[in-house]
């Protein structure tokens, strides 16, 4: 198969994955109790006429499988509805929560790499001594912590008893920042490099919160999949022939311990926006997840359904390029 | 009996493990003894020691040993408490999915064809989708309480259990001993879970045991949205969002019980990660 063809096929299993997605998010959300036109109106109920107007308006009085094949087609088209709460279009409000929630992923995944995949070659390289036991300590403790918990934690330690950084928000309110990007790290820098600081010192918390747990399974996988590439015949083979530390390990092994890591980064993005929506509460940093969380208490159908929609398409699109990563550095997967 | 003798052997020898479990052996004895050794009740309030340090601090009394919270209730009775219920919600969850994942495994792995795919496929969709939010949506359809909790992250559970599962079906399937057993005229049912079944029984502890920690983990998160145990009970979870707001004066109310669920969750995971080398030497469900 050559690359198109598994370019195409792998696209073409995306579409029933969606499907599945879209039906259950719909009938899944119609069942939680109480109806958003009470939820609006109030607990005394308002008269009936109106009641009726704002059914027919959002079309809540029509039959279940009609109301799903209005939000597809609409979907489709782009148009995910409008908030019950805010009246604002979902796609708005979604485009204004997203950019933080990537702001602080991409951030959080970046620390988690770039950290992890060097202290796992360590590990590896010095196998039983005793940096690998220090690092393999940390990362077990690293993935047995709540989230929540350890992002008080930091907060207490950093912001309560050091006063380095701040609780919460993305920047200090006194500077005004104008939304071009959304991302507060890119337009605070227009702004000037003190608000650009205040940004930076309002990130670092949440990222290391988030970016712990995924750190420490990065760091376990660098180090499970380099062990077991030191012992193949290839990895000998480059060292009786002389080659230099460099290539032997940085060029021969690491290339082939990169298809498991890449695996478990893309398996860790799920987890990493589910490590967000909790991350994003202890912070009050003002995201997709809050976003969704709020969403769900006030029963805001469009808002849950759009937003999760949203989330799974990225994710499965997400995914795609995983594959696709993978079938650069490993060409033999397409076989 | 083998299979036991084996899981003991791994545990008295590998001394990470040994503490480990006897570490989870106190937890469970504390779990199970709480009415009998904790000093007071989880819901007695003390009126005249609010927000009483621990011993070791300045201001904290002997009665009080960790300490009581803004209620004047004795924290240590609560943590006590909350061993119980983590640990039993935990226990529930653990039991629950891997009853589910195990028949629906076990199913779509023998049977194959249609059932398989339409498993595999939303299996594969719940792995990759963020787990929590689809808890966070069930809880919210079902309404808050500890059972929906239950329920939630027990969905959240099944994936795993239902891949793991399905992995061996599928490895014992194509073995010997299952077309001899064929060829004597055993019924699926039979093969199923008379067969198939028993030599799956390693990976699922593995699975079970690192689930245990998993569902502790998602239980406390679901608490600390707001969404698990109502108050009074107390929920290590829930404990900790109860403390947040007076965590700047008083630390302990968030810094214990998340300590408690490191500490347990810390040694399920070694638990765990010891057995699967010891009973799975090939790692074939390593990642």
Known sequence: MNLSNFFFRRFLSIIPTLFICTVLVFFIIRLIPGDPVDHLLGERGADPELRQELMVKWGLDRPGYQQYLIFVSRALKGDLGQSLVSGRSVWAEFKEHFPATVELSFVALLFSLFLGIPLGFLAALKVNSIWDFTFSGFSLIGYSMSVFWWGLILILLFSVYLGLTPVSGRIDVLYEIKPLTGFMLVDSLFTGSAAFKSALKHLVLPVLTLGTIPLAYVMRMTRFSLLEIFQEDFVRTAKGKGLGFFRVYLVHAFRNALIPIITVTGLMLGSLLAGAVLTETVFSWPGIGKWLVQAVLARDYPVLQGGILMITMIIIMLNFFVDLLYSKVDPRVFN | ?287
Not at chain 2, 27 to 55: D, G, M, N, Q
Not at chain 2, 147 to 176: C, Q
Not at chain 2, 200 to 222: D, R
Not at chain 2, 238 to 254: C, H, K, P, Q, Y
């Open chain 2, 1 to 287: 009996m083998f299979f036991l003798k084996k899981v003991f052997f791994t545990i008295k020898t590998n001394k990470f493990a040994l503490v480990s479990f006897v570490f989870l052996l106190f937890f469970s004895l504390v779990a199970v003894l709480a009415p009998w050794i904790a000093p007071y009740s989880f819901s007695e309030v003390h009126s005249e020691f609010l927000k009483t340090p621990p011993v070791w601090e300045e201001g904290g009394v002997w009665r009080f040993f960790l300490g009581t919270d803004d209620l004047g209730r004795d924290f240590l009775s609560r943590l006590i408490y909350g061993a119980r219920v983590s640990m039993s919600l935990g226990l529930m969850v653990v039991f629950l999915s891997v009853l589910v994942g195990t028949v629906i495994g076990l199913l779509s792995g023998y049977y194959g064809g249609w059932l398989d795919r339409i498993v595999v496929s939303i299996v594969d969709i719940m792995m990759s989708f963020p787990s929590i939010l689809l808890a966070i949506v069930i809880v919210a359809v079902l309404g808050p309480g500890l059972f929906n909790t239950v329920i939630a992250v027990n969905v959240m559970a099944w994936p795993g259990v239902i891949r793991i599962v399905r992995g061996e079906t599928l490895r014992e399937k194509s073995k010997d001993y299952v077309e001899a057993a064929r060829v004597f005229g055993a019924g699926s049912f039979r093969m199923v879970f008379k067969h198939i079944l028993p030599n799956t029984t390693g990976p699922l502890l593995v699975q079970a045991i690192l689930g245990f920690s998993e569902g502790i983990l998602n239980i406390a998160a679901l608490g600390f949205l707001g969404l698990g145990a109502r108050p009074p009970l107390p929920e290590w979870g829930t404990m900790i969002s109860d403390g947040r707001a007076l965590m700047t004066d008083s630390w302990w109310l968030v810094v214990l019980p998340g300590i408690c669920i490191l500490l347990v969750v810390l040694c399920f995971n070694i638990l765990g990660g010891v057995l699967r080398d010891a009973l799975d030497p090939k790692g074939l469900n390593q990642i």
